[in-house]
Structure formats: C-alpha cells, structure tokens
C-alpha cells in the first residue's frame, strides 16, 4: 500500500507570510497532484506534476516534485485569506495507467486577516 | 465545461430508503469515480468505472451499487444505510490517471 505522509497537519498564519506543505512517501508515483478543498464541497484540481525535479507556478502558488519522485513540496507566496482550506496531495501508481488516486491527509490552512 | 455536476447537494434518507445520487460530466471523460469522504478525513475511493464499466470496486458494502448509465452519467444507489455511512460522497472523472476533476459532492446523512 502506498501513502502519502503531509506535514504539518495544521497551519494558522496571518496574512502576507510566506508557507510551505509537504508531502512525502516511500513510494515512487508516476505523478502527484496538489488539490484545495473548501469545506462541504470537493476537492478543486491545482496542479499535477509529472517529471522528477519539475517546478511550477501558479500565480503565489509554487509546487516541487522531487527528484526521485517521491515527495512534492507546495509553497504559498504573501498567502491571502481566499487560501484558507484543506490542501491534499495524491499520487497515482508507479505503474503507468493506474486510476487509483492515493490521497494524503492533508493540510489544513487558516490565514488569518 | 470542465465541470462534474453532482445532485442532489444534500439528502437526509432512513435506514430503511432506497435513494440514488446522481454524477454527469461533458468532459468526454474515460474514467468515473465515486469516493466516500468522512470528516477531517481525505477522500476514500469506493469504484471506479473505466469505458462505463466497473474496473475497481474497493470493497464496498453491497448496500452502494453503482451504475453507469452512459459515458457521461454515473448513479451511485443507496438502500438499507447506516448511520456510519453519513459523509460527503464525491464524484470524479479524468481522461487520464493523471488529473481527477471533482464535483461539489453530496452531503448525505443517514438517520
């Protein structure tokens, strides 16, 4: 079974800091995806990171997927109240064409005004 | 249209009704999905239908049974719940393995 492992579990800031997630495994994944999810509604799809080392950046939003594949690292630029929520990371199999989703527990942000 | 469109948003059913949530997508999505979330808890896939047919069912009591009506529908049949079975059910689709698109989800609880 793989799984995915987010730190830390909780985070309260106040607004204009700088944060970084975490999520690591043991475990290779073909890709890891990075959602947000605002409380009673689903998860909404921020990025999917495919290539060892890959960098991307979505507006204050910058997301790391290691060199071997087996962790991601999101970090939020200046964060804003509208980021508050649940972020979850989920990784697909090693093998390619799995559509199972593995997701971690994630992390729940609060910035504060 | 990027989006999974689930109904209904809420439902209160007895241990003893026969409901059915309701997921549609015009994504031209291969794969659908059902996961099952508690709270404070991450999503916990229940099935998985690849071509409108049944690929993953990840042990899940016979009292859920879906159903993929087409390419674009999936149902998810609820009959004799527990209360233990009260969450926010979610509906995904995606193209590839790669990037899931989730709708707003149903809240159910069971009395």
């Known amino acids: 079974t793989q799984l995915l492992e987010q730190s830390p579990q909780f985070l309260s800031i106040q607004e204009g800091e700088n944060l970084t997630v975490y999520c690591n495994s043991s475990?290779?994944?073909?890709?890891l995806q990075w959602y947000r999810q605002e409380p009673g509604e689903g998860p909404v799809l921020l990025v999917t990171?495919?290539?060892?080392?890959e960098v991307k950046k979505l507006k204050r939003l910058t997301f790391q997927f290691g060199d071997a594949r087996k962790d991601s690292s999101l970090h939020i630029t200046a964060a804003q109240p509208g980021d508050t929520g649940l972020y979850l990371c989920a990784g697909d199999g090693p093998g390619a064409g799995s559509y199972q989703l593995t997701f971690g527990k994630g992390t729940k942000l609060s910035v504060i005004p | 249209d990027t989006e999974v469109t689930q109904t209904p948003k809420h439902l209160v059913m007895g241990m003893t009704n026969k409901k059915s949530l309701k997921c549609e997508q015009h994504?031209?999505?291969?794969?659908m999905y059902w996961y099952k979330q508690k709270a404070k808890k991450p999503p916990e896939l229940m099935f998985v239908y690849s071509y409108e047919k049944l690929s993953i069912n990840e042990s899940v009591p016979s009292r859920f049974s879906p159903e993929c009506p087409n390419s674009s529908l999936l149902n998810l049949h609820l009959h004799a719940l527990q209360p233990e079975d009260s969450a926010l059910y979610l509906c995904a689709s995606s193209q590839t393995p790669l990037e899931a698109f989730f709708g707003q989800g149903t809240r159910l609880t069971v009395v």
């Open positions: 990171v495919v290539t060892g080392g």
């Open positions: 475990s290779v994944f073909s890709s």
């Open positions: 994504m031209g999505h291969r794969a």
